[in-house]
């Protein structure tokens, strides 16, 4: 998998959007972005994933600008309950790629 | 989550005792993975499995062994715990592989005194 880069921890308020945006300079044609969520005392949870250009979720959106080297998760309208910590991926799809790596990712904290 | 069950939620044990954790599906998924959580470390791959008997190491095989005899179970053992094995771990299953299709139990802490 690409080795990828994000902020360590994020402070925001309520009500307001949260910006990640992960670093992933050598990624390859046929890699995927792929986000994770994980909540104090429970397993990560899949939240989004993209290829290029922008993806919009229920729970967030993903911008990936055209040369693919890094993409922003959005998280707009934050609650306390955002609070968590964010891990990005980059790996390809295909039948061969069944080791996810997770990194530190980003600690989310969300204030009232 | 729904369709994986990890067991014991929490455990202690003493330096030198074996311990096996349990992981249960009933999802029929062929991919199954143990991970160890640490703080600064994020989620590292113990050992994983494609299939039943078929296993492989992740990166931080050393000192744990798995077993997958039936689709439904895989185990990872610790042969003889040591205190650098205290850590949270997870249980994850997925379909097909793909980076998307994860799902992750609720972790078993365990601790060795």
């Known amino acids: 998998l690409a080795k990828t880069t994000q902020p360590i921890s994020m402070d925001s308020y309520e009500g307001q959007e949260v910006n990640i945006t992960c670093s992933h300079n050598?990624?390859?044609?046929?890699?995927?972005i792929t986000w994770y969520q994980q909540f104090p005392s429970q397993g990560p949870r899949f939240i989004i994933q993209g290829y290029k250009t922008k993806v919009t979720n229920e729970v967030a959106s993903l911008f990936i600008p055209a040369d693919r080297k890094s993409s922003t998760l959005s998280l707009p309208r934050v609650s306390l309950s955002d609070t968590a910590v964010y891990y990005c991926?980059?790996?390809?799809?295909?039948?061969?790629?069944?080791?996810?790596?997770f990194g530190a990712g980003t600690t989310v904290t969300v204030r009232a | 989550d729904a369709g994986i069950t990890q067991s014991p939620r929490h455990k202690v044990t003493e330096t030198g005792t074996p311990v096996t954790l349990r992981c249960h599906q009933t999802e029929n998924h062929r991919y199954m993975y143990w991970y160890r959580q640490d703080p600064g470390h994020g989620l590292r791959l113990i050992h994983y499995?494609?299939?039943?008997?078929?296993?492989d190491k992740g990166e931080v095989s050393d000192g744990y062994s798995v077993s997958r005899s039936k689709t439904e179970d895989f185990l990872l053992t610790l042969e003889s715990a040591t205190s650098s094995q205290t850590s949270v771990y997870f249980c994850?299953?997925?379909?097909?592989?793909?980076?998307?299709?994860?799902?992750f139990g609720s972790g078993t802490r365990l601790t060795v005194v």
């Open positions: 050598n990624i390859a044609t046929n890699d995927y």
């Open positions: 991926l980059v790996g390809p799809q295909g039948a061969n790629d069944y080791k996810l790596s």
């Open positions: 499995s494609y299939g039943v008997k078929d296993t």
């Open positions: 994850a299953i997925s379909e097909t592989g793909q980076p998307y299709g994860y799902t």
